[in-house]
């Protein structure tokens, strides 16, 4: 491919030169050729990268994130090896196929859900299954780089075997090993790409089979010895690679406050934004930006109790939950929300507006005591008030660990203007319908005046 770019301007070049004649003198020629040179080796460059999935039953040090585009250098992946391979004898299980790239992926994988579609079945289970980290660009320079770099850090020879091999092996695994199995790749001939790809998924999940029956502990590397495809591209040195400037910078998302009873979570609160205000010259104080001390909590079948105590300030979320004959359910309710501060105390009411099955958790975009009230406050302090952005709670039935439940939202099916628009459509049919109506009750007459004939008389009596 390099050879081929370089080629297609060289061509470009010459015909420049045959239009020119002999215009040009030689000196200027020859500076023209250096010019050429230099543009081919600085502006542009065939690029070439082999992505890099790596997983291992024994765990994986976590990856640094990457801005999109990122190219992994051979250094890069030199020193991610280093840490991984660190402490204690690994074998290693290297999946080499002719050629890869990250096409394949894409085109041959499974989208939208369409798994039995997929040519890599056992890989994607395996991946699901096992810590793994991903390199989906790797700069690739030679068809050996990868080898090299696992046999270095490994310490260990390489050793070609198969799936029917390594059953019969025996694997010494006080000592680091790196076992390597070759696999094709499509041709123009023969099987589809597709199939080619799908029976290698085969040869991996057989593999992993032998390495599970054998009990031991392993750490698999899927890559290629040369990409399948190879992407020209301006040289990084005049235009950054990649698109982290055209990526909006993604927020990041805190943890949910839990807490825990003998290990195992109880209640669960988030929300992006917990505004208290005790008088209107203060302004509003966000609580959420504070971490709170959870003492005081409690919860059990039937009551739940979290306190968030801040600095100055307190609340304190009361849930419980009942069971209801009509609905023949049980549901929970957030009971009451109180604020204190300086020795004060304001109770905010929320029973009859925050509630949810007692299997789900309860989400609202706003909860607040003074516009939109979903918790209404007492008398004793009026100027008191509360208003929780992006609020979720859940105090029973957390059965899915660090998760909340599904959420029942605070936002009714039937919004105002869905009404609106049912009532206008309503009255608009009804109008339609009445006349219509009139339409078919009128009548016409049965008989005409015939001017050969006599005249019709009608009675005044009828």
Known sequence: ?????????????????????????????????????????????????????????????????????????????????????????????????????????????????????????????????????MFPALEWLESSAIPAVLQEKLGASPLLVDADTLSHLSINT????????????????????????????????????????????????????????????????????????????????????????????????????LDVSVSSESGWIDLAAQVPSLTGSMCNRSNALLVLTYTGYTLSFAMSQRFYPVSARNWSTLDSVQLQTNGQTASFSGSRNIYTPVEYSFRCQSVSSFRDILLVGNKSNPDWKLNFIDFQIQGFGLLNGTDFSYASDCAGFFTPGIWMGLLTGLLFLWIFVYGLHMIMQLNTMDRFDDPKGPSISVPQSE
């Open 1 to 133: 491919m390099t050879l081929s770019c370089f080629t297609s301007r060289e061509q470009s070049f010459a015909e420049e030169l045959e239009m020119a004649g002999c215009r040009c003198p030689s000196r200027v020629r020859f500076m023209a050729f250096l010019a050429l040179l230099f543009t081919l080796f600085s502006t542009g460059r065939c690029v070439g990268q082999v992505p890099l999935l790596m997983w291992s039953s024994d765990g994986l040090p976590g990856l640094s994130p990457t801005a999109a585009g990122h190219i992994t250098s051979k250094d890069q992946l030199s020193v991610y090896l280093s840490s991984a391979f660190a402490s204690g004898p690994h074998t290693v299980l290297l999946f080499l196929q002719d050629k890869l790239s990250k096409e394949d992926f894409t085109v041959f994988g499974g989208v939208f859900g369409n798994k039995q579609d997929s040519a890599f079945e056992n890989l994607e289970a395996a991946l699901h299954s096992s810590s793994s980290v």
């Open 174 to 273: 006080s000592a680091s090993n790196l076992l390597i199995i070759n696999l094709p790749y499509c041709t123009s001939f023969g099987k589809s790409c597709k199939q080619v790809l799908h029976d290698n998924d085969g040869i991996i999940g057989k593999v992993l089979s032998v390495m599970k029956d054998k009990n031991v502990l392993y750490t698999a590397v899927y890559t290629g010895v040369k990409p399948s495809r190879v992407i020209s591209e301006a040289s990084t040195a005049i235009q950054p690679a990649g698109r982290s400037l055209l990526q909006a910078v993604v927020p990041e998302v805190k943890p949910p406050i839990m807490f825990n009873v003998s290990g195992n979570p109880c209640v669960m609160l988030w929300a992006q934004k």
